[in-house]
């Protein structure tokens, strides 16, 4: 892509996101602006790199709906994924495939075009329907975690609360806190009678960007860094304990070692009087205690439980370190911009790449949670088979 030249006054930006810059030219103020009237960015870009950029957003898009459609299919058909957790993560999946659906489609052509020309009606359909998506998707996360912190840290009393019902309650609290989240800019929103060349939200009110980006990014943010990093240190004592000293320990039960086939060692149990020989008076001779190494399939299912633990660990750390890698940077610039005002200048292509970069977090949420489930690869594996052969 040929690099735009600066402008001395960005337009609206291409995309329809939290807390996009305004259309009103005040936003990015330059002295050396003569002309209110500019074109945007994306005139200065040649067309072959707008159908190489078409093109791959598109495929971001495809992408994401295909995943997230896979992901709610295995579980729809797979009985044994049909548990609370696994509710959890399908109704992530549909928020982000509606995110791929209703949003990133539009956001393609306005991203390639830098003009809005669908009308005031679908550019409000639009707005709420990506900040709303786009908010569910992180809160979504949220409880996710919350579920997978109660659920190691109460394991007993939280596994008869952890219903189906509880699931679909929290599921619907985030999409009501995301609907109060996206509401507030179309009561101050003015009718416009003539057609609307750009489409984003109005950053005038300070307080509301404020409280849009704490309630949609930064707070959600610190509630997964405080779960996660209790729920590692949880992970971590559990991997401590279930590593296997050197060699064994004292068994409470007399047991007695015997050979057998694929295995340097097993155990039999014995009761606490059994004959071991006789002696040359023909007397019994018994063993009360016996001191023996902890058996192989002891030593290797604790192996297996503390590597699952470790895995766990990384996923945690894979999960939470992808969210912040994807939407930190848009959130910075949307808080920055409204309050830092005639201070701040940047190029609007580098508002738009931001602005994707938190999209692509909908198509990496079913990769990571998927492929770091044995049962989710398992049934997708078979759901693939079984389109195959049908």
């Known amino acids: 892509m040929e690099q735009?030249?600066?402008q001395c006054s960005p337009p609206a930006s291409g995309s329809g996101s939290l807390t996009s810059p305004q259309t009103n030219h005040s936003t990015f103020?330059?002295?050396?602006?003569?002309?209110?009237?500019?074109?945007?960015?994306?005139?200065?870009?040649?067309?072959?790199?707008?159908?190489?950029?078409?093109?791959?957003?598109?495929?971001?898009?495809?992408?994401t709906t295909l995943s997230n459609a896979f992901v709610i299919a295995t579980v729809s058909r797979t009985r044994k994924l049909h548990t609370p957790a696994n509710y959890l993560i399908a109704s992530l999946a549909v928020t982000d495939l509606l995110v791929s659906i209703l949003v990133m489609p539009?956001?393609?052509?306005?991203?390639?075009?830098?003009?809005w020309t669908l009308g005031q009606v679908v550019c409000d359909l639009w707005l709420s329907s990506d900040i709303t998506c786009c908010t569910a998707s992180i809160l979504h996360l949220c409880?996710?975690?919350?579920?997978?912190?109660?659920?190691?840290?109460?394991?007993?009393?939280?596994?008869?609360k952890r219903t189906p019902k509880r699931a679909a309650g929290m599921i619907a609290m985030v999409w009501v806190f995301s609907v109060f989240i996206s509401m507030p800019p179309f009561f101050w929103r003015q009718a416009k009678a003539e057609e609307v060349a750009h489409c984003s939200v109005n950053t005038?009110?300070?307080?509301?960007?404020?409280?849009?980006?704490?309630?949609?990014?930064?707070?959600?943010?610190?509630?997964?860094?405080?779960?996660?990093?209790?729920?590692?240190?949880?992970?971590?004592?559990?991997?401590?304990k279930q590593t296997p000293n050197r060699t064994g320990k004292?068994?409470?039960r007399a047991q007695l070692i015997t050979d057998s086939p694929g295995s340097s060692s097993s155990v039999t149990s014995i009761?606490?009087?059994a004959p071991e020989g006789s002696s040359e008076s023909g007397s019994p001779v018994y063993v009360n205690q016996v001191k023996v190494k902890v058996s192989d399939a002891l030593l290797e299912k604790k192996k297996l439980m503390a590597a699952r633990?470790?895995?766990?660990?990384?996923?945690?750390?894979?999960?939470?370190?992808?969210?912040?890698?994807?939407?930190?940077?848009?959130?910075?610039?949307?808080?920055?911009?409204?309050?830092?005002?005639?201070?701040?200048?940047?190029?609007?292509?580098?508002?738009?790449?931001?602005?994707?970069?938190?999209?692509?977090?909908?198509?990496?949420?079913?990769?990571?949670?998927t492929m770091s489930n044995e049962d989710f690869k398992q049934a997708f594996h078979k759901l693939i088979r079984f389109r195959r052969t049908s």
């Open 29 to 63: 103020p330059n002295p050396n602006c003569s002309s209110p009237d500019l074109e945007p960015y994306q005139d200065s870009i040649a067309l072959p790199w707008k159908v190489l950029l078409a093109t791959f957003l598109a495929l971001i898009t495809l992408a």
């Open 250 to 252: 004292r068994l409470t």
């Open 271 to 273: 009761n606490s009087r």
């Open 204 to 240: 005038d009110h300070i307080l509301y960007t404020v409280y849009s980006t704490v309630g949609a990014f930064y707070f959600p943010t610190l509630l997964l860094i405080a779960l996660y990093g209790r729920i590692y240190v949880e992970a971590r004592s559990r991997i401590l």
């Open 4 to 6: 735009p030249s600066p």
């Open 143 to 160: 409880v996710i975690a919350l579920d997978r912190y109660w659920a190691i840290t109460d394991a007993v009393e939280y596994s008869a």
């Open 309 to 369: 633990e470790r895995k766990a660990t990384k996923t945690l750390g894979i999960i939470l370190g992808a969210f912040i890698v994807c939407w930190l940077p848009f959130f910075i610039i949307s808080l920055a911009l409204p309050i830092c005002d005639d201070a701040c200048w940047f190029h609007l292509a580098i508002f738009d790449f931001f602005t994707w970069l938190g999209y692509l977090n909908s198509l990496i949420n079913p990769i990571i949670y």
């Open 106 to 115: 539009i956001s393609t052509m306005y991203t390639v075009t830098g003009r």
